[in-house]
């Protein structure tokens, strides 16, 4: 229970995140204009988003000590936390995946967003070893743009309608992780080799032919 507690919490966090990221964009694309970013300024802003989630996801998960100023690292938060986060950004990363591959596959035109599949693992692998950094120097973790997204998020889910919304949405977070999880481990169906029922048919050819002489 406690599981699918912190599941859910995040999936909403991870949702109020997205939507205050949508117009710090923007706002950038105001002040930039409409032309189309380069490789270097696009994965920047996005190593920047990635951080930024990273530590508010371990903030999220980091406990203080009621009785000293020190922190409390919770292995049963910190643990599901990282694992969520990273199936999290492995599920947004497979998802583009999927959609360039079926732009491709259809010959239809492709964002104009550059892309490169090196960089986009870079960036999970930058992200996996930030929570882990974390760990190690924790009050890193608590600064001026992590307590201001802090603040945004806790407002917006508190908020009447867009709370309720916001909700919804980490309610769809968790079934989409669950549906992820038994995707990954339900058994895959066997394919046959189509060239090994060719060589089947082949051998019952030439049988037929020695039978018939």
């Not at 706002?27 to 930024?52: C, D, Q």
């Not at 964002?111 to 960036?123: A, D, G, I």
């Not at 600064?143 to 806790?154: A, D, G, Q, T």
Request: glycine share 4%; with cysteine.
């Amino acid at each position: 229970m406690i599981l699918l507690t912190l599941l859910f919490k995040l999936g909403v966090r991870f949702a109020i995140f997205n939507f205050i990221w949508f117009f710090l964009e923007l706002l950038h694309k105001m002040l930039t204009g409409v032309r189309p970013p380069s490789l270097a300024e696009h994965y920047l802003l996005k190593g920047i988003k990635y951080i930024l989630l990273v530590n508010i996801t371990f903030a999220y998960c980091l406990d203080m000590d009621p009785h000293a100023p020190a922190y409390v690292l919770n292995w049963q938060k910190l643990v599901p936390g990282g694992i969520i986060l990273m199936l999290y950004l492995l599920g947004k990363f497979q998802k583009q995946q999927e959609q360039l591959q079926f732009l491709g596959a259809f010959q239809m035109p492709i964002q104009q967003r550059p892309y490169s599949k090196n960089l986009e693992t870079l960036l999970l692998i930058l992200a996996a070893l930030a929570f882990t950094g974390l760990y190690f120097s924790p009050a890193l973790s608590e600064n001026m743009v992590s307590h201001w997204f802090e603040s945004n998020i806790r407002s917006l889910e508190k908020a009447f309608f867009l709370g309720f919304i916001f909700q919804i949405l980490g309610f769809f977070f968790v079934l989409s992780v669950f549906f992820r999880l038994l995707k990954a481990f339900s058994p895959k169906p066997i394919q046959k080799d189509p060239t090994q029922d060719n060589e089947d048919f082949t051998e019952y050819e030439e049988v037929s032919d020695q039978h018939l002489e």
